[in-house]
């Protein structure tokens, strides 16, 4: 992945506002009219009309070892399975590297989190087994993330550690799921046009308790 060229302005802001619209969270995208007009308070250059070239905008935030991290912990959430590839494999990683480097709000409220989270878990992961999390087995990266799964942790620590977690498992399902691997993961065709439409399934209409009166 590091050895592939940086994705352009206009995918990186395409895919962001394809994994908003995924994970049905417009907040989670700092996108307004201000945003794109470059008002204050967006960063120094957001202005998508210009014409630009891959690493003519924001310069990007995560060192070889983050993404080391990243990648590893993003194909633990969305690993390769019979549905589709790994996360990896459909470079999330550069989504997230794109995603806490983006001068707008919300990616910045994110970038501290994250990047607060990957420093505890290699911190952690060096503790316990003296390795990053990177080099662990499968098994021992699985066990992290059972620890930042539980949301009711009394350690402040570890409740940062599980607010991490959301976060970026958030933004991580948010990337995959909106690119044509992980539609096909979940079955969803877009926009594409069909012959004949037949109506709710008589399954939705029993659990509604209401009763198809149209006829197709």
């Not at 802001?13 to 619209?21: I, Q």
């Not at 967006?42 to 202005?47: I, L």
């Not at 709000?105 to 501290?112: H, M």
Request: net charge neutral; aromatic share 12%; proline share 7%.
């Amino acid at each position: 992945i590091e050895s592939l060229p940086r994705l352009s302005r206009r995918q990186v802001l395409k895919w962001f506002a394809g994994a908003a619209a995924v994970s049905q969270a417009a907040p989670m995208l700092a996108f307004s009219k201000a945003t794109l007009s470059g008002s204050v308070g967006y960063g120094p250059d957001p202005r998508v009309s210009a014409v630009y070239k891959p690493g003519d905008f924001w310069p990007l935030t995560l060192s070889a070892e983050q993404r080391r991290t990243v990648t590893a912990l993003v194909d633990v959430i969305l690993p390769a399975d019979d549905l589709g590839p790994a996360a990896s494999q459909l470079r999330v990683p550069d989504f997230i590297d794109e995603w806490v480097s983006a001068p707008y709000p919300k990616q910045q409220v994110d970038r501290t989190t994250v990047l607060s989270g990957l420093k505890w878990i290699d911190i952690t992961s060096n503790s316990r087994f003296q390795k990053n999390f990177a080099e662990l087995i499968n098994e021992e990266q699985k066990y992290f993330c059972d620890v930042m799964c539980i949301q009711d942790h009394t350690e402040s620590v570890l409740r940062r550690a599980a607010a991490f977690f959301r976060t970026f498992t958030s933004i991580s399902m948010g990337a995959y799921y909106s690119t044509p691997e992980g539609w096909k993961a979940i079955g969803y065709l877009g926009n594409v046009p069909a012959a004949t439409f037949d109506g709710p399934p008589k399954e939705v209409l029993d659990r509604l308790g209401v009763e198809q009166t149209v006829n197709y």
